[in-house]
């Protein structure tokens, strides 16, 4: 026997299907939130908190064993890294209060002090796994090669927006001061042999070229270059191409140049889906060598899971998509070269570190943005994060979605404690 039909219920029927669907009414809330004016810089400020505390207690757990054993104190390198954060944290506020002029004008003596610091690593820097790139004054240590990747990015955006006016598409002309200043940059940095940040200053650089307009062929001449001049710096110096004979061979290597990235995959494995729990890693135990920099990725993986790996994999995702934002929706050519070049130098380098850590990639030395132990690292990061938030703000909108916004947390509670006005 069938259900009769009539006029309600096809009438009911036809407001079903009339009536949106869960799925649509989400996809709608998600379209109208990116859409806000002020959605990249929630983005970028909110993205960028959650690593950095996912970074302080990573650092506190991948680094206790070693630092009991070497320095008599489970803390020592976290309170340093804590040290580096309470500096960057004021660093990345005053970024996002500068103009774009004061970025403009940043990257030339942040230029020739990066060149500077290169040539004194030369002299007077450590060697240290094969690479000369550090400076030590007493207890602290600097590595001048972190700070010229932000002087590449401001200086190479100011270059390319000074010559875009009007000539966009002469790419010829844009590489005559562009190229001489990566080279000398590369050419310091490789005299280090840092391979790593060598490839990090090359994806920036590639990636203001391709924001510019460059032509495909000359991606394919400067990669075909580069793919040369990678082989032979490999072949040049035996750790390398150990480091790749670990890489292609990780297991039949595992007590040789394959341990590092063994023990880090028996790590990521241990995990599972939601990982032992934090401060539970058994690999930080003397077994991943440079768990608290290079590899704080796997006790990540041992200790978070698979969910915490992905959720970090996320949050890098999601402040790319932030930046790229900015630099498309920003009209300033300056702002979308250096939101660019921002995006490719953090999460390239991002996904550098964390290739390496799994076995896709070789491993290059090269921390993990925001989680990684180091403050010459971390502070140059933060300084191109608070940019990122200046930038935010001259979005369409943005600006009247602050002013609406009215103060502060931090305003009001001055303001209630008659600090101001």
Known sequence: ??????????????????????????????????????????????????????????????????????????????????????LGIPLMYACSKFPQRFFRLAGYPLLALSIIGLVMVIFIGSTELGAQRWIYIGSLTIQPSEPAKLALVLWGADILARHARGRLMEWRNLLIPLMPGVAILAVLVMWGRDLGTTLVLMMIFLALLWVVGAPVRLFAGLLGVLALATVFMIISEGYRSERITGWLNTWENAQGSGYQAAQGQIAMGSGGWFGLGLGSSRQKWDWVPHAESDFIFSILGEELGLMGTLVVIALFGLLGYAGLRIAARVNDPFVRFASAASVAWIVGQAIVNIGAVIGVLPITGIPLPLVSYGGSALLPTLAALGMLLSFAKREPGAAEALAARGPGPAARALSWLGLRA
């Open 1 to 86: 026997m069938t259900a009769a039909t009539g006029p309600a219920t096809e009438a009911a029927t036809e407001g079903e299907r009339r009536r949106p669907s869960w799925s649509r009414i989400q996809l709608a809330l998600l379209r109208e939130l990116l859409s806000r004016p002020l959605t990249s810089y929630y983005l970028v400020l909110g993205c960028s908190a959650l690593l950095l505390a996912l970074g302080l207690m990573m650092v506190l757990s991948a680094s206790s064993i070693e630092a009991l054993q070497i320095k008599g104190d489970p803390f020592y390198w976290f309170l340093k890294q804590s040290l580096s954060v309470a």
